[in-house]
């Protein structure tokens, strides 16, 4: 048996206090593992950059089933538009999405992480690491027998430590309306649009404390091309009731990855999880569900072996990444195949309301 030793500060090492990160630490706690969580902002809550849709699953299958009532509102239908502004209503039976009061949902991932004994290090970047026997000396951090990177789409623990790096990315952008009230409240408002969201779609979603309008598209660093936020929002601003007053607050900005790691996502005693794997749906580009299983899963992993009680690690994260080949064919055809007209006969047609059931509902839809 491998014992968490005195040799070691610490047992593990997390970089990034978001889903994935979270999800490992908490996971890892609840065996007593010494566990620090690095996370440079300050504020767990500022500067982010997710929508923060939780899916059905999450919210009752995992920790997330905690999460204060405030911070999260029901939406159980997907208005689907056509790039001509049609729309059809879709619903599943008993499905259902949680939108979400998304920065004090990270600020109470925070207090849940203190709460079970997490060491969490606001503030403190991660900066590099360097292999001392089967372990990390982490810098500005002390010994560590596991280093888990969940820092993002852009992670520097894969690039210090020389695991894979995810190239392929969609770029999502979204202004906050605060305290504004959608006349359609109870439903995700989403636009598909080859002149505004090549490659992806716009929405609208209400929330507990506003309203975001976000769109997202393909993102080419060679042609770099800014979403065109003013006229996607004068374009829908009438379709979703959005008051000509309201006025846009923050904005959430960031890279969403859409496909794999150009190489592995283990090394001995290091371990990719979350955006930093490229643990993302390419289709629908909803990462906080599967960020939050495969983070969970590492974190117990790495606490099972340490007791003596479970495979290495490397090997558990390595094969519970999920691969998405499905998904990854229809996004090789939103990326290729992208036209607005069929979008614009179509939409009504059963066929197309399949696919959108697919996409949205893991086909339990039916339309409304
Ligand atoms: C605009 C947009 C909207 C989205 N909307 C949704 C949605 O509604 N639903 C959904 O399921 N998914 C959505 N996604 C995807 C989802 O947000 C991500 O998949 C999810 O946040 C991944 O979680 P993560 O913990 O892996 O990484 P992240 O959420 O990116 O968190 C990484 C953390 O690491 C920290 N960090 C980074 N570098 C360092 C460092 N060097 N040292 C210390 N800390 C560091 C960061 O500050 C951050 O807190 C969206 C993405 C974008 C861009």
């Known amino acids: 048996m491998e014992t968490a030793s005195s040799a070691y500060d610490w047992d593990l090492v997390v970089v990034g206090a978001s889903f ?4 490992c630490a908490l996971a890892a706690a609840q065996y007593g593992l010494r566990v620090c969580v690095l996370e440079r902002k300050a504020d767990p809550g500022a500067r982010l950059h997710t929508t923060g849709i939780i899916v059905k699953e999450a919210i009752e299958q995992t920790w997330l089933r905690r999460v204060p009532d405030a911070l999260v509102q029901r939406v159980e239908h997907v208005r689907m538009y056509a790039p001509n502004l049609r729309s059809v209503l879709l619903a599943a039976p008993d499905y259902y999405f949680m939108t979400t009061d998304t920065p004090n949902l990270l600020r109470w991932l925070a207090s849940e992480l203190r709460a079970s004994g997490v060491a969490l290090r606001l503030g403190q ?6 292999r001392e026997g089967v372990g990390w000396q982490v810098e500005g951090v002390g010994r560590a027998r596991y280093l888990v990177g969940a820092d993002g789409a852009t992670s520097r623990v894969a690039d210090r430590t020389g695991l894979g790096r995810v190239r392929d990315h969609l770029y999502g952008v979204e202004q906050e309306f605060a305290g ?3 006349p359609e409240a109870g439903a995700l408002h989403c636009f ?4 505004f969201a090549p490659g992806y779609i716009g929405w609208v979603a209400q929330n507990p404390t506003g309203v975001q309008v976000g769109l997202a598209l393909r993102h080419d660093p060679a042609r770099a091309r800014q979403p065109d936020r003013e006229g996607f929002l004068a374009h829908v601003r009438d379709a979703v009731g959005l008051p000509a007053s309201a006025q846009a607050g923050a904005t959430r900005a960031g890279l969403v990855p859409c496909g794999l790691p150009d190489g592995p996502i283990t090394a001995p005693g290091v371990i990719l999880t979350g955006d930093a794997a490229g643990i993302v749906s390419p289709l629908s580009a909803g990462g906080i569900h ?3 299983r495969h983070g969970w899963t590492v974190g117990d992993a790495i606490a099972l072996h340490l007791r003596g009680q479970g495979p290495a690690p490397e090997g558990v994260a390595a094969g519970a990444a999920p691969r998405f080949r499905a998904k990854r064919v229809l996004r090789w055809a939103m990326d290729h195949l992208q036209m607005d007209w069929p979008l614009d006969l179509a939409l009504q047609s059963g066929a197309m309301r399949r696919v959108a059931e697919q996409i949205y509902f ?3 839809g039916m339309r409304v």
Not at 125 to 130: E, V
């Open 362 to 364: 893991h086909r339990r």
């Open 290 to 292: 599967s960020s939050w």
């Open 125 to 130: 970047s991660f900066t590099h690491a360097r």
């Open 192 to 195: 598909t649009s080859r002149r």
């Open 180 to 182: 504004v009230v959608l």
């Open 20 to 23: 994935a990160g979270a999800a």
